[in-house]
């Protein structure tokens, strides 16, 4: 039996999406029975949390670079431990605190504060590049798009040949379900009578969400007379961008749920009407795939990794034309049959995004470092 260390971002650092990335793939190793009964997968963090909440930042800071680090050295130089994976890039100075005869993998998300670093100081931003350049001491980058994949190599200088490409996927069980399933959410009484326009995610630069205004703008003049709506999932609004979508909409016409589990989330995917996605800068891009799997029609940029996600079944516009956003949007709300074409599109889209698939990939990536590692520490033993 050869164990495996998992390393993923601690959860007081409260990120949603690396979170998932844990949930996920501990549900595919709870799931696999027999799956990898050569394995024993183990994490010194214990199960990823349900929910994801940000601690204080110097709790933040305590775990990161202090604590978890010391977690990691006393657990990874237990007798066995044959893999270490960092699971989030942004914890890849952990790769310093394993011993050096272990397989090293990490896996990479997206590298985009090196591209847009607007919502960081220098000091923090100098402090992801020492972060993200201890990749270089992995065995195995693992990349969750092309995309994800080339950044990795152009902007670290990595080897290509370190460098795999693993999509993600998408948990059928919370998203696929059928919009009767669950009841009617409370802010459906709110916005009784809108089209309702959903977005998911972050409020930093990179996301674009400024460009929402602009959009409702143009929506509005291709569809004079319609009640719209926004309603937003993710850290709150900035002041000065809510105000002047309430502005537009009416106090009534925006609503923030916050952060929330997945199950509500996926409740929100399946009662909008439509889910705009204006980022400039995604690794992968979540938020699109399990829209798709909702049957909730999606709108999104058509840049860095959305493409690869969306496919054919995603209606794309260039994150400066807001024109075209609302153009997407006004034929979706006006066109039932072609709305309904997308939304099949995008289910058959979403189904060949799978954890298991995933899962056992990584599997095998394990198990493919042991046996190197075997041979590498064979030839460099003298024969006695």
């Avoid at 270089?136 to 902007?155: F, G, P, Q, T, W």
């Amino acid at each position: 039996m050869h164990h495996v260390l998992w390393l993923p971002a601690h959860p007081a650092s409260g990120a949603v999406s690396m979170d998932r990335y844990w949930r996920e793939l501990d549900r595919q190793r709870r799931s696999q029975v027999g799956g990898g009964s050569d394995l024993a997968i183990e994490c010194p963090l214990g199960a990823p949390p349900e929910h994801s909440r940000p601690a204080a930042r110097p709790i933040r800071i305590w775990q990161k670079y202090l604590a978890y680090p010391w977690q990691v050295r006393r657990a990874s130089a237990r007798p066995g431990v044959k893999v270490v994976h960092v699971l989030d890039h942004s914890y890849a100075h952990l790769l310093a605190w394993v011993p050096p005869d272990s397989y090293k993998v990490a896996t990479v998300h997206d590298l985009a504060p090196l591209r847009d670093g607007a919502d960081l100081t220098p000091a923090q931003l100098a402090r992801f590049r020492r972060t993200v350049e201890h990749l270089k001491l992995a065995d195995a980058i693992l990349a969750v798009s092309r995309y994800s994949a080339s950044e990795a190599i152009a902007l670290l200088g990595l080897s290509p040949e370190k460098v795999s490409v693993l999509p993600e996927g998408v948990d059928p069980t919370t998203f696929a379900r059928p919009a009767s399933e669950g009841g009617q959410p409370a802010w459906r009484a709110v916005l009784a009578g809108r089209r309702v326009v959903l977005s998911v995610g972050a409020v930093t630069h990179r996301k674009n969400l400024v460009c929402l205004p602009a959009v409702f703008h143009e929506l509005g003049k291709l569809l004079p007379g319609v009640p719209l709506a926004l309603l937003r999932v993710g850290a709150p609004l900035p002041a000065p961008l809510l105000d002047a979508l309430r502005q537009m909409l009416g106090e009534s016409g925006v609503v923030e749920l916050g952060l929330v589990p997945d199950a509500e989330l996926a409740t929100a995917y399946r009662h909008a009407d439509a889910l705009i996605f204006p980022s400039r800068i995604e690794g992968f891009g979540f938020p699109v795939l399990e829209a798709m799997a909702a049957g909730c029609p999606v709108v999104c940029t058509n840049v860095t990794s959305l493409p690869e996600v969306g496919g054919e079944a995603a209606l794309y516009f260039s994150p400066d034309d807001p024109r075209g956003a609302a153009a997407h949007l006004a034929r979706l709300f006006t066109d039932e049959r072609w709305r309904r074409d997308r939304v099949e599109q995008g289910r058959a889209r979403s189904a060949g995004f799978s954890w298991e698939t995933h899962y056992h990939q990584l599997l095998q990536i394990y198990r493919d470092g042991i046996a190197s590692t075997r041979a590498r520490q064979a030839v460099s033993t003298p024969y006695p």
